[in-house]
């Protein structure tokens, strides 16, 4: 099956709604339409710039999806801070981050909290991108199958099998992200592969063959090629490259 690449840039908790707007258009000035035949290319910015973004990639029409970096699971309420699914789908969000692993280390994310956000992302139509990895312990332990297969049932429990395939996971080494080390694409590539097998045994083979699985961690315009070439890899989060619109537009291009 031929699964489009994607590549998200997560920018975490930086750039205002103004530097916001710079940064896309300078990247939309990098990039041509072949680059979005080859790859769908998501920019997860924070809350407070998803309404002035939406605005402008509908004004501009750029072929830009947009992200969010976090939700919640309920429609509505008292839960001071948070942001419903349901919010997020009318500034015209197409994928949200979940699990990922500041979330999971800083605020006490678990895999059964993962699993709620998963269930009101796609209740709402849009896209989950279920991150899952091991920290530098638990790899040198051996254990990095037992974590990222732990992580992915949790997230993947009591979803149809179409559900299963509409997901996206993204393996993400917790020892590689914004530290400049990055796993080996041969590395990441069997981890990947595993976790194809993963929702294959979950959803169904065709499930396994839909879901599209990304790498993270320190990805940059050097080393994207690498995993890009392997089979189970389909594209990339990339944190600290998307800040920067020439290094984003480099990493998009890396085919070039
Ligand atoms: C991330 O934020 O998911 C990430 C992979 O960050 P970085 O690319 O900076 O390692």
């Given at each position: 099956m031929d699964r489009k690449s994607l590549i998200i840039g997560n920018?975490?908790?930086?750039?205002t709604h103004l530097e916001a707007i710079a940064v896309t258009q300078r990247l939309w000035y990098r990039l041509n339409p072949a680059d979005f035949d080859r790859a769908d290319v998501v920019i997860a910015p924070p809350f407070t710039c998803l309404r002035t973004l939406q605005t402008l990639i509908l004004a501009d029409r750029m072929p830009f999806a947009l992200g969010a970096q976090h939700v919640h699971w309920?429609?509505?309420?008292?839960?001071?801070?948070e942001v419903s699914a349901g919010m997020l789908v009318k500034l015209d969000v197409g994928y949200v981050i979940v699990g990922h692993s500041e979330r999971r280390a800083m605020?006490?994310?678990?895999d059964e909290l993962v699993r709620k956000r998963v269930r009101s992302v796609l209740s709402a139509g849009m896209t989950p991108v279920v991150c899952v990895g091991e920290t530098v312990s638990q790899r040198e332990s051996g254990e990095t199958e037992m974590v990222v297969t732990t992580q992915l049932r949790g997230a993947l429990r009591r979803l149809t099998a179409q559900q299963r395939a509409d997901v996206v996971v993204a393996y993400e080494p917790v020892w590689a992200i914004g530290t400049g080390r990055h796993a080996s694409a041969d590395d990441a590539g069997e981890v990947c592969e595993l976790l194809r097998n993963t929702v294959a045994a979950m959803g169904g083979p065709d499930a396994g063959e839909a879901v599209r699985i990304l790498y993270g961690g320190s990805v940059n315009p050097g080393n994207i090629a690498g995993f890009m070439?392997?089979?189970?890899?389909?594209g990339a989060l990339v944190g600290?490259?998307?800040?920067?619109p020439d290094t984003f537009a480099a990493v998009i291009r890396y085919w070039m």
């Open positions: 920018w975490k908790m930086n750039l309920e429609q509505d309420g008292a839960f001071t801070g605020f006490g994310e678990a070439a392997k089979t189970h890899i389909d600290g490259a998307s800040l920067d």
